[in-house]
């Protein structure tokens, strides 16, 4: 007899006295593909194939590369078909791999592209000069059409529409790619409701990085999508926040917790983010209301 969810259901009316533990042990077992995809982050639900697996490295060619500063590039990746969707849960990241020196190399990123882009998915990454950046050079050297082994879903965000009133966002330099995953996913979804507030520090104003499409976002959704630059060597006559991030920066742009249901996300250098836990440990803020990719 072959084992379906139908089968299993028949069989329960055929026999209601049958053991519940059997019953389960056999959906379960019919289940756990769909189940596990679940448990791993897949949209076991969407029509459209998932070309990331979170047990297997899977193999995707460079198909373009683009320069957005003298040391950061978008690089795009081909997914298998033109239809194919990456499958990465927004909050998410990947796991790339490579072959360096001898040497396996992996390293986390999250792509800038979301889930409703089919066919390729889009990386943006700074590239570091040695003794730094191993991996971050070993793309940069990639030929169009050359190969990187990417593997995921990981992480452990799991980011659900309106799970809060507000969602302030802490991060310096590349530290903006899962900031920008979660934000660019609320905004085009017209039933989330969430407010975001952004505090994006980088050295110069060379280094903010897709600086006018953060001030285009800003601008379309003024109630919703509120930004705030921090610069260690603004230029002259810069209107943004100067130095360090500091509480008091916290406390204008971010607020304290009890003033609405909010949680904060870090991302960026360690000492950065350490820094940013106590100012807002100071102000109120929980553990369990701090998240750091």
Same mark, same amino acid.
């Given at each position: ?122 990386? =943006?990454?700074?590239?570091? *000069?040695?003794?730094?950046?191993? !991996?971050?050079? &070993? #793309?940069?050297? /990639?030929?169009?059409? $050359? @190969? ?116 904060? =996300?870090?991302?960026?250098? *360690?000492?950065?983010?350490?820094? !940013?836990?106590? &100012? #807002?440990?100071? /102000?109120?803020?929980? $553990? @369990? ?5």
């Amino acid at each position: 007899m072959k084992l379906s969810v139908e089968s299993v259901k028949d069989y329960v009316k055929a026999n209601p006295n049958v053991a519940v533990g059997i019953v389960i042990t056999a959906v379960l077992i019919v289940m756990t593909p769909v189940v596990l995809q679940f448990l791993l982050g897949g949209k076991s639900d969407s029509s459209k194939p998932i070309a990331l697996d979170a047990m297997t490295y899977r193999r995707f060619k460079l198909s373009d590369k683009a320069n957005i500063s003298k040391n950061t590039r978008i690089f795009r990746f081909a997914l298998n078909t033109p239809e194919q969707r990456l499958g990465l849960p927004i909050g998410r990241h990947i796991s790339l791999k490579a072959n360096i020196d001898g040497k396996d190399v992996r390293r986390p990123y999250t792509p800038i592209s979301g889930d409703d882009d089919l066919g390729y998915f889009d990386l =943006l990454i700074k590239v570091y *000069p040695e003794p730094h950046g191993t !991996m971050s050079r &070993h #793309l940069d050297s /990639l030929k169009i059409g $050359d @190969s990187i082994d990417v593997r995921g879903p990981s992480g452990s965000f799991d980011y659900k529409p309106n799970m809060k009133k507000t969602l302030a966002m802490i991060c310096g330099g590349t530290g903006l790619t899962p900031m920008w995953q979660v934000f660019t996913a609320i905004l085009k979804n017209p039933d989330d409701v969430t407010e975001i507030r952004l505090i994006f520090a980088n050295v110069t104003v060379d280094d903010i990085l897709l600086q006018e499409r953060l001030d285009q976002l800003q601008s379309e959704n003024p109630d919703r999508f509120k930004l705030y630059y921090v610069l260690n060597d603004p230029p002259p006559g810069w209107s943004g926040g100067v130095g360090f991030v500091s509480e008091d920066m916290i406390r204008e742009h971010v607020g304290t917790p009890s003033a609405s249901d909010k949680m904060v =996300l870090l991302c960026g250098p *360690p000492p950065m983010t350490a820094a !940013m836990r106590k &100012h #807002l440990n100071k /102000l109120g803020y929980s $553990d @369990s209301e701090i998240f750091k990719f």
